[in-house]
C-alpha cells in the first residue's frame, strides 16, 4: 500500500519500531518475562582481576572486591563473603577506588628550600631524616595513624620504643577514640567492645548516644533499618545535639545539650534503683562500683559501696536531668524503662560525641554502666559498642599500641614486667624500652610549635598517613603564632609522608610520596575485633612508596651509622628479615622489598603479643583466606575459631565453664567489671554573651575525615564541594542571614569566613551551630577548643563558643 | 490523524507520542486529547466502569487498569482504601528490563510537563480540601488493581497549589489549543563511576526527598529499586551539588600544591 | 495497525504451550520472544484495520484458559501508511 519504494523501507522501520514498543509495553505491564537491568553491561568480558581488600576509608570495616585491569583499579563491589557489609557499601566505599588516581598525587621526595621544594632523591630524603634524629635521638617524635596498617604501627613502634629508647609517638587516634580506650580500661580492665555487629542484627533496641552512623556508618545503620524494611521491630533511639538523617530513621530524638549525656546516664541508673528494675544477679555475681578518686585521679579510681553509688545518684531525678540536660523528664524515664525491661535487648552505639568529650572517659564508663546496672550485657543484642572511625583505629592503634605509652598487646611502658616481656619478643637488650611514657598528641604538636629556648623539647615530627595540620584542635595557636612566638622555629623540621598534598604537606620541610591502600599490602582491624588482610594489586605512581619501608629504611640508615639501638641482642639489625633458605633479605632496599612478605614477617613477631591479653590472632595465612577474623582467633582442633562476644560462657574461650560471664581481665583482679560513678560536669567551654553560640564539628557521609582523598573523587566532591556553617532559621533571621550569605564565624581562639547553609545537611538547635571539618580551605579548627580529657587526653571537637557576624557580599 | 510527511524524524516522534497517549488511554489513566480510536470495549479490553465514587470525601479513585491481576479482578469493586488488600512483598525479588524502564518514564511523563514538574492528578479531586488526598497520598498504597503514590516531599498543606487535574472532566478536550513546549525529559539513569558502582542521583531531591515514593513499593515498576529493603537511599547514590541548589559552594577549593623549584 | 495486548491465563493451566501455540497460530499475533513464565504474557498484534484487529482480539479471548486480554497498546495511523501483514514464516495452523 505504500506509494513508493524509499518512504516504504522508511515505514517498514518505523513499524519495527512500533512493534518493539508495543511488545515492551505489554511486556512491562505483563511482568515476570523481563531481564534484569543490565548494570554491568559495559564492564569488559574478561582482563578484570578481582580480589578481596577492605575498604580504605572508615572504621566499620566492610571489604569490597576490587576490579584491576592493566595495572589500574578499574572497578568496585561489595564482597557478598564480607560479613561485616554482606555486600553492601556506602557511597565512598562504592567510588574508594578512584582516591588512587587524583591527578596530584605526589610521586618525588621533596626538601624544602625556602618558600619553595626541591625534588630530591629517596637516598638523600633517608639520609636527611637519619641525619635530624641522629643528633637528636630524644627530640625526636613520630606522629602516626589510625590508618596505618597493623604492620606499619608496628614498625614504627618498634623502631621507636625498641630502637631509639624513645616514646614519643602517638597517633592521630589520640583524637578520635582515647576515651573509648580509657573507658573500656576502667570499666572491664581491657581494651575494646565485647560485642560485635551481630548485636546489630539481634537488638531490639538500639541507642545512638551523640553517633550519626546514617552519614558515617552507613553500612551498619543499614543493617539495623533494613531489619525494619523487613517488618522486625527494631526501636531507634538518637540521643544527639543536633537533628541528623541518623534522626529521621529514629522513633524518638532527645535532643540534648553538651554534655547532657553524663546527667542522662546518671538519670537512667537514678531511675533503675529506684524502680527496683536494674538486674541485681548481674549486679551481685559480675560487678563492683567506682567513683573518682579526685585526690589521686587515675583509671582506678576508689570502690564505693552499692549503698553510695546509690546516694550519689540521688541527685539526678528525671526533673534534675531535664533541667542539666534539656531533655524532658519523660524521655528520661522512657529510656529508664527499656533498660529496666530485662526482655529487651539493648545496644548502645557511640563514637565522637562520647568520645570527643572533655569528660570523654567518664561518659564511656557510664554507658558501660547502665548495660551493666540492668544486666544488659553478654548476650546477642546486649552491647556497649564503641565505633571507630579509622580503618585500623583498633588494629593498629590501640593492639599494636602505638600510643605514648603503650606496648603492643595492651601492656604499657610504665611497667617492668611488660617492658621486659617487649624486650624478650624483640630480642632487643634489657633496658632498651624507657620507662616513661611519651607525649602525647596535643603534648607532642605543642612541644613541637614552642621554640627550642622557651622548651618546645621536640625538634623533629614525622608525620604518616594523617593531616595534623587540617585536624588537629586550636590550629591557629600551633601553626600560626603571632609576636614573639614566631621566632625561634627555625630549628624544627616536620617530614610529612602522603599520598596528596595537604594542610599539612605544606607546613612539611621533607614531603615523602607514599604508596596507598592497594598500592602495598596491608593489614588492619576495625570496630569489632575484626583482622582484615589484603594483597598489593597494582604499583604506586612515581617513586611513591610504602610507609612501612620508609621506616626500615631509616632505620637501616642509622644501622648503617652504627647507631646501637637499631641493633638486637645478636648484633642484627633491627628489621632483619630472612627468606625460606635462612638467607637476608635486604628489605631496605626498595628493589627488595617485595621479594618477601615484609606484612606476614612484622605480623607473625607481633602476634606474640597477642597472647598477654588474650588479644589472640591467627596466623597470617589465615587472614588470607578470611574476609576478617574477629580476636581472640584460637585454634582448636586444627581450625582458627574467632570470638564473637567476649567475657560471654558460650562464645568466648577464655571464659571458664559456668561463669557465665567472666571479665577475666577485672583491674581489681576478681573477674568483676565496674560500675563507674561520675557527677555531671559543665563543658570547658559554654556560650556566653561575648561568644553566644556552641559550635559543633564532625563530618558529612560523602567525605572521609580531612577529606584529601574523598575531595579528589568526582563523585563525592560534587554531592559535596565545600564546608558550610549550618544554622537554626530563627538564628539565621536573627543576624539577617540567608542561605549562602557568608559569616565571620569568631571564637576565642581564631576565625573563619564561610558560607551559610540554613538547617543545612543536619538542622542544629538554636544557638548552636555546626560546621564539618573536611575542607582544608576552610579550617574549622582554628577555632576549636584544645582542653582535653584528663585520663584520655583527647581533645573536644564538639563544644566551642563562637560568635557569628554578616559579611557584607 | 495525518502525519506530517515533510521530515521522517518528526514522523516518527509523531508517532511515539500518539502511541504513548494511547496506550495511555488504554492503561485508564488518561483521556487523551483526540481519540480517534474505537472505543476500547470494542477493542477488547474487559473493561469494568468506574466503581462508585468514594461520596464522603468526594472523591473517584483512579484506576489503572494496566496493572490488575487476574487473582484480583474481583476486588475492583472494593473502593475504600482500608479494605485494599495490599500486594506488597517487601522480600520479592525485583527485575527489571530496560523496556519496562522505559514504558515506566513514559508513564510517568504523561502527566508531568517536565522533569521536575509537580504531576498533574489523573483522577477527579475535591478542590475545596486537602483531606482526601492525604487520605490517600499520606501512605500510599499498592494493591492487586491500584497503585496510589506516596508523597515524594514531606506534607505541604495546600495540594492544589501544585497539583491539578489533568482532565477536568467537564471541559471538552477539543477546546484546548496546541502548545508546542516541549519539556526536558526525565534521564535515564544516573552517571556511574564505574561499572557497577551506584549511579549518582540524575535529579534533584527537592521535594523529592522521599526516594521510595518513586521508588518503593508504590512506585511504578519500571523504576522502582532492585534492592526496596535498603531505605538509607543516600548512603550509596550521592545527589549532585550543581543541582542541588541548597548547597553553597558550586566548586571543592583546595590550597595550593607544593611549589616545586626545577 | 499495530496493537499489543496482555493475555492473562487462568491460574490452574498447568501446561501453557498449547495455548500458547493456539495463540501464535492466529494470523497477525506475534509472542514475545521470551517464555511465558507467569500466567500472563505480552502478544503483539499487527493487523490491516481497526476491524480485524477486534476480530483478532475477539478470537484470543475465545481460546479456552485465557481469562482476560487487556489492550495495553494501540498505534494508529494513516490506512495508506500501512504495509500489508506478512503471515510468512508462520507455522502452519489446523
Redesign the interface.
Known amino acids: 500500500m505504500s506509494r513508493d519504494p524509499e518512504p516504504r523501507s522508511d515505514a517498514l522501520q518505523r513499524r519495527d519500531f512500533i512493534k518493539a514498543s508495543a511488545m515492551a509495553a505489554a511486556a512491562a505491564i505483563a511482568g515476570g518475562t523481563s531481564f534484569a537491568l543490565p548494570i554491568l553491561a559495559d564492564e569488559p568480558a574478561s582482563g578484570v582481576d578481582w580480589q578481596k581488600a577492605p575498604c580504605r576509608f572508615c572504621g566499620t570495616g566492610c571489604h569490597v572486591q576490587v576490579g584491576v585491569q592493566e595495572g589500574k583499579v578499574v572497578a568496585i563491589a561489595g564482597d557478598r563473603n564480607a560479613e561485616v557489609n554482606k555486600g553492601l557499601l556506602c557511597v565512598k566505599g562504592y567510588h574508594v577506588g578512584a582516591a588512587l588516581y587524583g591527578k596530584d598525587r605526589l610521586t618525588k621526595p621533596l626538601l624544602r628550600e625556602g618558600d619553595n621544594y626541591r625534588e630530591i632523591s629517596w637516598e638523600e630524603a633517608i639520609r636527611t631524616i637519619a641525619d635530624r634524629i641522629q643528633a637528636e635521638p630524644n627530640r625526636f617524635a613520630f606522629y602516626g595513624s589510625g590508618q596505618w596498617t597493623i604492620p606499619e604501627g608496628y614498625a614504627a613502634q618498634k623502631f621507636m620504643k625498641g630502637g631509639l629508647s624513645n616514646n614519643h609517638i602517638d597517633p592521630n587516634a589520640r583524637l578520635c577514640m582515647a576515651s573509648a580506650v580509657t573507658g573500656f580500661l576502667a570499666t572491664y580492665g581491657v581494651d575494646e567492645p565485647a560485642g560485635c555487629y551481630d548485636d546489630l542484627d539481634a537488638c531490639d533496641v538500639l541507642i545512638m548516644w551523640g553517633n550519626n552512623p546514617a552519614e558515617m556508618h552507613p553500612v551498619l545503620f543499614s543493617r539495623v533499618i533494613d531489619r525494619r524494611s523487613r517488618g522486625e521491630k527494631v526501636t531507634l533511639i538518637d540521643i544527639g545535639t543536633r537533628r541528623t538523617r541518623t534522626t529521621e530513621a529514629c522513633q524518638h530524638y532527645l535532643e540534648m545539650k553538651g554534655h547532657g549525656d553524663l546527667a542522662i546516664a546518671n538519670g537512667i541508673a537514678h531511675l533503675l534503683i529506684k524502680n527496683g528494675t536494674y538486674s541485681q544477679k548481674f549486679v551481685d555475681s559480675f560487678c563492683s562500683f567506682k567513683a573518682p578518686d579526685d585526690a589521686n585521679p587515675n583509671l582506678h579510681g576508689k570502690t564505693i559501696s552499692f549503698d553510695e553509688y546509690k546516694s550519689l545518684l540521688e541527685p539526678y531525678t528525671p526533673e534534675h536531668v531535664e533541667s542539666l540536660s534539656g531533655v524532658p523528664a519523660e524521655q528520661i524515664r522512657m529510656l529508664a524503662d527499656l533498660f529496666g525491661n530485662p526482655k529487651l535487648k539493648i545496644t548502645s552505639l557511640w563514637c565522637m560525641g562520647m568520645n570527643q568529650h572533655t569528660r570523654g572517659t567518664a561518659i564511656n564508663t557510664m554507658v558501660h554502666g547502665i548495660h551493666l546496672l540492668s544486666g544488659h550485657f553478654g548476650t546477642p543484642g546486649n552491647a556497649p559498642t564503641s565505633l571507630t572511625g579509622q580503618p585500623s583505629a583498633c588494629g593498629t592503634v590501640r593492639e599494636v599500641g602505638t600510643l605514648s605509652h603503650a606496648l603492643p598487646g595492651g601492656m604499657v611502658v610504665a611497667d617492668a614486667e611488660h617492658r621486659k616481656m617487649a624486650e624478650d619478643i624483640w630480642r632487643v637488650p634489657p633496658g632498651r624500652i624507657n620507662g616513661t611514657a611519651g607525649h602525647h598528641t596535643v603534648k607532642m604538636w605543642e612541644s613541637f610549635c614552642t621554640p627550642t629556648s622557651q622548651g618546645g623539647d621536640i625538634g623533629t615530627i614525622w608525620v604518616q598517613v594523617t593531616n595534623p595540620g587540617q585536624t588537629l584542635p586550636n590550629l591557629n595557636k600551633l601553626f600560626n603564632p603571632k609576636g614573639d612566638n614566631k621566632a625561634g622555629l627555625e630549628d624544627k623540621f616536620l617530614i610529612v609522608s602522603d599520598v596528596y598534598p595537604t594542610a599539612t604537606t605544606r607546613l612539611a620541610d621533607l614531603i615523602l610520596p607514599s604508596a596507598m591502600w592497594v598500592e602495598k599490602n596491608g593489614m588492619v582491624g576495625n570496630s569489632e575485633r575484626r583482622t582484615q588482610q589484603w594483597f598489593k594489586m597494582v604499583d604506586p605512581p612515581g617513586e611513591a612508596r610504602d610507609d612501612c619501608w620508609q621506616t626500615i629504611a631509616v632505620a637501616y640508615e642509622l644501622h648503617k651509622r652504627g647507631i646501637e639501638g637499631m641493633k638486637d641482642r645478636d648484633g642484627q639489625f633491627l628489621f632483619e628479615v630472612r627468606n625460606a633458605d635462612g638467607a637476608a633479605v635486604p628489605i631496605w632496599d626498595w628493589e627488595h622489598y617485595y621479594d618477601t612478605n615484609v606484612d606476614e614477617h612484622l605480623f607473625e613477631e607481633y602476634r606474640k603479643f597477642s597472647r598477654f591479653k588474650h588479644k589472640d590472632l591467627a596466623p597470617y595465612g589465615e587472614y588470607v583466606k578470611a574476609r576478617g577474623l574477629r580476636w581472640p582467633v584460637v585454634e582448636t582442633n586444627g581450625q582458627w575459631r574467632e570470638t564473637h562476644f567476649r567475657f560471654a560462657e558460650g562464645f568466648d574461650p577464655y571464659v571458664a565453664a559456668g561463669k557465665e560471664i567472666q571479665f577475666y581481665h577485672s583491674s581489681t583482679h576478681d573477674d568483676r567489671a565496674q560500675i563507674w560513678f561520675h557527677p555531671w560536669i559543665a563543658p570547658a567551654e559554654v556560650p556566653d554573651q561575648d561568644y553566644p553560640f556552641m559550635l559543633c564539628t564532625g563530618r558529612v557521609l560523602e567525605h572521609w575525615h580531612s577529606g584529601s582523598m574523598t575531595r579528589r573523587i568526582p563523585e563525592l566532591s560534587r554531592a559535596m564541594p565545600g564546608a558550610y556553617a549550618e544554622l537554626h532559621p530563627e538564628d539565621a533571621a536573627t543576624h539577617g542571614l540567608r542561605n549562602g550569605d557568608r559569616v565571620k564565624m569568631e571564637s576565642r581562639r581564631g576565625s573563619l569566613v564561610i558560607p551559610v547553609w540554613i538547617d543545612g545537611r543536619g538542622k542544629p538547635p538554636r544557638g548552636t551551630v555546626f560546621v564539618p571539618f573536611f575542607d582544608e580551605t576552610l579550617l574549622i579548627n582554628d577555632l576549636t577548643l584544645d582542653a582535653v580529657d584528663p585520663f584520655s587526653k583527647q581533645p573536644d571537637y564538639k563544644k566551642a563558643a563562637v560568635r557569628i557576624s554578616k559579611v557584607p557580599s | 490523524m495525518t502525519a506530517d510527511r515533510k521530515s521522517n524524524a518528526a514522523i516518527l516522534i509523531a508517532f511515539v507520542v500518539m502511541s504513548v497517549a494511547v496506550a495511555g488511554y488504554f492503561t485508564g489513566l488518561q483521556a487523551p486529547m483526540k481519540v480517534t480510536a474505537a472505543d476500547s470495549n470494542s477493542a477488547g479490553v474487559k473493561q469494568q466502569t468506574d466503581s462508585s465514587p468514594t461520596t464522603a470525601e468526594g472523591v473517584i479513585l483512579a484506576t489503572h487498569y494496566s496493572e490488575m491481576t487476574a487473582t484480583q479482578r474481583t476486588d475492583r469493586s472494593q473502593t475504600q482504601l482500608s479494605t485494599l488488600k495490599s500486594t506488597i512483598q517487601p522480600l520479592a525479588e525485583i527485575r527489571i528490563s530496560p523496556e519496562e524502564k522505559l514504558v515506566a518514564l513514559q508513564q510517568r511523563a504523561r502527566n508531568r510537563a517536565f522533569n521536575g514538574a509537580p504531576p498533574t492528578v489523573p483522577h477527579s479531586i475535591d478542590h475545596q480540601s486537602d483531606t482526601a488526598c492525604v487520605a490517600c497520598h499520606q501512605t500510599g498504597v499498592v494493591t492487586a488493581s491500584l497503585r496510589i503514590p506516596r508523597m515524594s516531599h514531606t506534607f505541604l498543606a495546600n495540594c492544589t497549589q501544585c497539583h491539578v487535574e489533568s482532565h477536568p472532566r467537564h471541559l471538552p478536550p477539543e477546546v484546548f489549543r496546541e502548545n508546542l513546549f516541549a519539556g526536558l525529559p526525565a534521564p535515564t539513569a544516573g552517571p556511574r563511576a564505574f561499572p557497577g558502582a551506584p549511579p549518582q542521583i540524575p535529579h534533584t531531591t527537592w521535594m523529592r526527598s522521599d526516594c521510595m515514593s518513586c521508588h518503593g513499593y508504590e512506585g511504578r515498576h519500571g523504576i522502582r529499586t532492585t534492592h526496596p529493603w535498603r531505605s538509607n537511599c543516600l548512603q550509596c547514590h550521592a545527589p549532585s551539588a550543581a543541582m542541588e541548589q541548597t548547597l553553597m559552594s558550586a566548586e571543592p577549593t583546595f590550597l595550593p600544591g607544593p611549589e616545586i623549584r626545577k | 495497525m499495530?496493537?499489543?495486548?496482555?493475555a492473562?491465563?487462568?491460574?490452574d493451566i498447568a501446561d501453557l504451550s498449547e495455548i500458547v501455540s493456539r495463540i501464535s497460530c492466529i494470523p497477525g499475533v506475534?509472542l514475545?520472544d521470551?517464555?511465558?513464565?507467569?500466567?500472563?504474557?505480552?502478544?503483539?498484534i499487527?493487523s490491516p484495520d481497526?476491524d480485524s484487529?477486534?476480530e483478532i482480539?475477539?478470537r484470543?479471548?475465545q481460546i479456552p484458559g485465557v481469562?482476560?486480554?487487556?489492550?495495553?497498546?494501540?498505534?494508529?495511523?494513516?490506512?495508506?501508511?500501512?504495509?500489508?501483514v506478512t503471515p510468512s514464516g508462520k507455522p502452519t495452523c489446523l
Not at chain 3, 34 to 44: D, I, L
Open positions: 499495530i496493537a499489543s495486548l496482555v492473562t491465563l487462568d491460574k506475534e514475545s521470551a517464555k511465558a513464565v507467569t500466567h500472563r504474557f505480552p502478544v503483539m499487527d481497526p484487529l477486534e482480539t475477539r484470543l479471548q481469562a482476560f486480554v487487556d489492550v495495553v497498546f494501540v498505534h494508529f495511523e494513516d490506512e495508506s501508511d500501512s504495509v500489508p
